[in-house]
């Protein structure tokens, strides 16, 4: 359930807001992963900080989509590839 949210969150470019670690966040989600133990991750920006972070999937709760705003990821640009 949690990965259905989360991947039409990231196809649609759609914040999120949900309760991790007792703390209310707002992401820009980028992509859903698994950690080296194999549980699963998401990762995203919070919107305070310019700063990617990992998201345990067990710590989250309260799962809310923010359908009225969607952002643009920030790619970085490798100055060595041309």
């Excluded at 949900?18 to 998401?42: A, C, H, W």
């Excluded at 998201?55 to 989509?65: E, L, Q």
């Amino acid at each position: 359930m949690k990965t259905d949210i989360f991947l039409r969150a990231i196809k649609n470019r759609q914040n999120l807001k949900f309760i991790y670690d007792l703390q209310e966040m707002t992401i820009e989600p980028y992509y859903v992963s698994r950690n080296r133990n194999g549980k699963k991750v998401i990762y995203g920006r919070l919107k305070s900080i310019n700063e990617i972070r990992k998201f345990d999937y067990d710590k989250i709760a309260n799962i809310r989509v923010i359908e009225a705003y969607k952002f643009s990821p920030l790619i970085p640009i490798n100055s060595f590839a041309v």
